[in-house]
């Protein structure tokens, strides 16, 4: 029987029924108060559902008021003041006895303030981390028996000696010897001239009577290095990094059998390592690396002691007429022999490093390292002031006649020969870290633009890489911990 028109409504027979039964409820007293009380239940249920709404409401649009408030006044704060943040910053984290050594190179060159942030704009918005990736290198099949080309050493020759030793100036009792030495801005001026001189270069030691300043090597490992031609070296102080040993199964017998793998270690690092599971063994290898511990370390700051090996190879392996540096971070997926053969012997060059993967111009370095808090800003300030006013220039990446693909340089590895050209400007660009900040990438370009700009008729040959073929032939890997910056 059907129950509905077509219109929706009931048919008779349907609502008589219900009719009939609702009528008998009425009619009972049992059915009267189940009535009432679904009535007044369903009262009270839209009466507290539409409070609880009502509350909710009130709710998010407080929280969205505050939150709109407090963007619009960070906004206006940070349109109005843009770097007071980080210039405070490097204020209080600059100390004393720094200040005071800036301030007279500041005074000496006549410069004026710091560099602010302002000066460059606004620091470019923060994006995601874009990824890297390695590209093709043209390494011959094999590195058996491979020897110097005949005519490869045919660079710009001089006579290069260093500072040894340096005495007290005057009868002033302020004198404390130092690594780096005490090198005026004189001496540093005529310093960048290719020519037969002595040169500041590290390692300087004080008159008899005074401490050592630093970098002390056992005997027995000044002699083992002595005697290396080619070397690979690397460097951990202060429990920075975990030991990554080469590849070995990537790596020739023929460069095994010649090339010296040596990693310097502090006495920290090494009981760390040894720690775990890492302990030379009755050679003092961990794999194919020499282990050479350094005892006195010439800096507080771990970062410039890294610089002392990463610079100063030809200083410790005085014999040597090729040197690769690696940093810790990395470990080495390529034949040394290759590598030499790839970036020197085939480019015609005495020095090989690889550009920066994002960054090309200084001005963006020095944003980034006072964005990352990598140094102290105040100080970073006072390096650039002195670089600009040297003639330091931005980086233009349309120029077809820059001198380098960029001013910026990935210096995780660094392929040298041991030349009098790449020498001194290896002993160069150690002074400015040891001068200024220890952040190198800051003072590359400088560097080497002031090298060549003073010796027109002396070239320098260096030969910057792209950075994906230096992914190419090592694997990265993060820091165990990352050294607070000075």
Same mark, same amino acid.
């Given at each position: !029987? ?31 108060? #189940? ?36 963007? /619009? ?8 003041? @843009? ?71 045919? /660079? ?34 005529k310093s960048f001239y290719a020519k037969n001189q002595m040169v500041h270069c590290g390692f300087v030691k004080g008159s008899p009577g005074y401490s050592s300043t630093g970098f002390d090597l056992d005997e027995k490992d000044k002699a083992y290095m002595s005697k290396c031609k080619i070397a690979v070296s690397s460097c951990i102080f202060g429990s920075s990094d975990f030991l990554r040993r080469p590849t070995s199964r990537l790596i020739s017998q023929y460069s095994k059998n010649n090339v010296c793998f040596v990693m310097f270690l502090d006495e920290q690092t090494l009981s760390k ?28 700051? !771990? ?14 392996? @005085? ?17 040394? !022999?290759?590598? #030499? ?11 090989? #490093? ?59 590895? #660094? ?43 002396? @070239?320098?040959?260096?030969?910057? /890489? ?21």
């Amino acid at each position: !029987m059907a129950l509905y028109r077509n219109n929706g409504e009931l048919l008779t027979e349907r609502r008589g029924i219900i009719d009939a039964v609702v009528n008998s409820l009425g009619k009972s007293d049992h059915g009267s108060r #189940i009535l009432r009380r679904g009535r007044r239940l369903g009262r009270i249920t839209k009466h507290r559902l539409s409070r609880w709404l009502l509350l909710l409401t009130a709710l998010f649009s407080f929280y969205f008021t505050v939150c709109g408030l407090k963007m /619009f006044v960070h906004a206006k704060m940070e349109s109005r003041f @843009p770097a007071t943040h980080s210039i405070r910053e490097g204020l209080n984290l600059h100390s004393k006895h720094e200040e005071l050594n800036l301030h007279s190179i500041h005074k000496e060159l006549n410069l004026q303030e710091t560099v602010s942030l302002s000066e460059f704009g606004k620091p470019p918005p923060k994006s995601k981390r874009r990824k890297h990736f390695p590209c093709e290198v043209e390494f011959l099949k094999s590195a058996d028996g491979l020897a110097e080309p005949k005519n490869y050493m045919n /660079f710009t020759w001089f006579s290069l000696d260093y500072v040894k030793q340096e005495g007290k100036t005057s009868d002033s009792g302020l004198f404390e010897p130092r690594f780096g030495g005490h090198q005026t801005l004189e001496e540093r001026e005529k310093s960048f001239y290719a020519k037969n001189q002595m040169v500041h270069c590290g390692f300087v030691k004080g008159s008899p009577g005074y401490s050592s300043t630093g970098f002390d090597l056992d005997e027995k490992d000044k002699a083992y290095m002595s005697k290396c031609k080619i070397a690979v070296s690397s460097c951990i102080f202060g429990s920075s990094d975990f030991l990554r040993r080469p590849t070995s199964r990537l790596i020739s017998q023929y460069s095994k059998n010649n090339v010296c793998f040596v990693m310097f270690l502090d006495e920290q690092t090494l009981s760390k390592l040894s720690s775990e599971g890492n302990s030379p063994d009755e050679r003092g290898h961990i794999g194919l690396w020499k282990v050479v511990v350094v005892k006195n370390l010439p800096y507080k700051d !771990m970062r410039r002691t890294g610089k002392v090996p990463k610079f100063l190879a030809h200083r410790l392996f @005085p014999n040597s007429r090729y040197s690769i540096w690696l940093d810790s971070k990395m470990r080495l997926n390529a034949d040394p !022999m290759l590598i #030499i053969e790839y970036f020197l012997w085939r480019r015609n060059a005495e020095f090989a #490093i690889s550009n920066h993967y994002d960054r090309h111009c200084v001005w963006d370095e020095v944003l980034q390292n006072k964005r990352l808090n990598k140094y102290n800003h105040t100080a970073i300030d006072q390096q650039f002031k002195v670089y600009q006013s040297d003639g330091l220039t931005k980086f233009d990446p349309s120029n077809p006649n820059n001198p380098l693909p960029s001013y910026v340089p990935e210096g995780s590895l #660094i392929i040298r020969a041991h030349t009098p050209m790449s020498n001194l400007f290896s002993c160069l660009w150690f002074n400015e870290v040891d001068r200024f900040t220890s952040r190198d990438q800051l003072s590359f370009a400088y560097t080497y633009l002031k090298l060549r700009r003073m010796n027109p008729e002396r @070239p320098f040959q260096l030969y910057m /890489f792209k950075d994906c073929e230096r992914r190419a032939l090592v694997k990265l890997f993060q820091h165990r911990t990352i050294p607070s910056p000075p």
